[in-house]
């Protein structure tokens, strides 16, 4: 059942995307270089020891800019700065090697960006194998990287899956030439059919495909012919986002302003390629995210063991997330803390063996309560609302889940809501309800993507 216009003009608000609760802009920063090394080694004997750690490695840089991306990024074609920028996050892992005491177990690492294959293969394998050793890789471990199908060579290919890596996610977006120059992401329908091949070819078990709906020219048709090509690559995963135009943080989104689609075409483009998707034989895991029925992401979801970090999705259960490199967001379920988001900085100190952290947060026991009840919502569209809960929401808000139940986007009986399959299309229009950061920051005027 869809959404109706109505309805969809509705709930297109502004909202977060819940990677996590607080939502960074609502952190109290309250954390710095002192208080987060007694927070992660509390986290660490909490949690770590057992479930082991989860690294997210920042590599920020870009060989051309393309206007859709919202992610920290450097533009530069000087592959000079790859070792500094090394030396810096290897310092910063020997400071929590030290806060950590022992050996610890290694549940997952994931190499994000900008574009991490911007860094040649011996590089990587240098940056990464120097970790890895430090660690006990755990045998039901992810390894995966964030690779742009122009510059992924067979040697990141073949040197990553020497370390351990059989999961990549391809940036591909649109594969129209239209939409693809107005983005400035030009890649060939044939470079992604090579780096697939590549991958299969070394034993990737998981190739992942990021695809963006609402981009300038896109249509229905145009749409039509991203997804035949996509059907003939079978991808494990696929990733289908909303585009989020922020040209406030974002200026080079002002370029194509007129030629994007408005939000009932663009909400006719999900429910399409999401339907063409279905047909392909894959089945709907949550907010964006679609995987084939065997794949571990949706067995994780058919056993309610399904997880959602800064990373999006994921079906390890460690809660400690260690986020190396600027910008990089570390997530150990009591605290997070962020980088300095300049790399210039962020080496400097490195080098002098001080923390980078611009930002952080200590989680409340109220914090914690909602973060799980926020996480049960996205992950798994259900979620008992115990009183504490309910009570500390305003009547506003309560009417609100009383009218979207009217409405049929939920159900609420007996302290249990669960989200209809037309209400996962707003499902982070449900979890503001129980947003207690932001409703008691309700006056400020706060930054996100719309929520359709």
């Known amino acids: 059942m869809k959404l109706s216009p109505e309805l969809i003009r509705k709930y297109n608000t502004p909202a977060p995307r819940y990677t996590s609760y607080p939502t960074v802009p609502l952190w109290e920063n309250n954390v ?14 909490l949690y770590g020891k057992e479930e082991g750690i989860t690294l997210y490695i920042h590599l920020p840089f870009c060989e051309s800019l393309c206007t859709y991306c919202g992610c920290n990024k450097r533009i530069t074609k000087n592959h000079g700065v790859e070792y500094p920028y090394i030396l810096a996050l290897l310092n910063e892992w020997n400071k929590y090697l030290k806060i950590l005491g022992e050996k610890p177990k290694l549940a997952g690492i994931h190499l994000g960006g ?3 294959t911007f860094f040649s293969p011996d590089n990587l394998y240098f940056l990464l194998g ?32 020497e370390l351990g890596f059989d999961r990549v996610s391809y940036g591909i977006q649109d594969f129209d030439p239209q939409v693809q120059k107005a983005i400035h992401r030009i890649q060939p329908l044939e470079s992604v059919e090579k780096a697939v091949f590549n991958a299969r070819e070394l034993g990737y078990q998981s190739i992942n495909f990021d695809l963006i709906y609402g981009l300038p020219f896109q249509t229905i048709s145009t749409m039509t012919e991203t997804f035949e090509a996509v059907k003939s ?8 986002y909303s585009y989020a135009h922020v ?16 939000e009932l075409e663009k909400r006719e483009m999900y429910e399409f390629g999401k339907e063409m998707l279905l047909q392909m034989g894959y089945v709907e895991i949550g907010m964006d995210h679609f995987a084939k029925p065997d794949d571990s992401l949706n067995l994780a979801k058919e056993e309610g063991e399904l997880h959602r970090n800064f990373m999006g999705y994921t079906t390890s259960p460690s809660k400690m997330l260690l986020g190396l490199g600027a910008s990089s967001i570390s997530d150990i379920h009591i605290g997070y803390a962020q980088n300095t988001k300049s790399i210039e900085t962020y080496q400097s100190e490195l080098k002098d063996y001080e923390w980078s952290i611009i930002k952080g947060h200590q989680l ?64 982070r229009n449900i979890c503001m309800q129980f947003d207690l950061r932001m409703i008691a920051k309700k006056s400020e005027k706060l930054v996100f993507s719309k929520s359709i």
């Open 32 to 45: 710095d270089g002192k208080s987060w090394e007694v927070l992660v080694e509390k986290a660490f004997q």
């Open 247 to 262: 040209p406030s943080s974002f200026p080079a989104q002002k370029s194509y302003e007129k030629d994007l689609p408005n």
């Open 130 to 161: 120097t970790i890895i050793d430090d660690c006990e890789v755990l045998p039901n471990k992810e390894f995966s990287f964030e690779g742009h199908p122009n510059n992924t060579s067979y040697s990141h290919l073949e040197n990553l899956a």
């Open 364 to 427: 409340t026991k109220q914090d914690v309560k909602v973060k799980e009840l926020i996480l049960n919502l996205i992950c798994n569209h259900e979620a008992v609302i115990e009183d504490e809960i309910w009570d500390s929401i305003p009547f506003e808000n309560q009417e609100n889940i009383k009218e979207m139940e009217a409405e049929g986007l939920l159900n609420f009986n007996n302290k249990l809501l669960s989200i209809t399959e037309m209400g996962v299309a707003v499902v």
């Open 114 to 116: 900008g574009t991490p």
């Open 233 to 240: 690559l079978q991808p494990d995963r696929i990733a289908f």
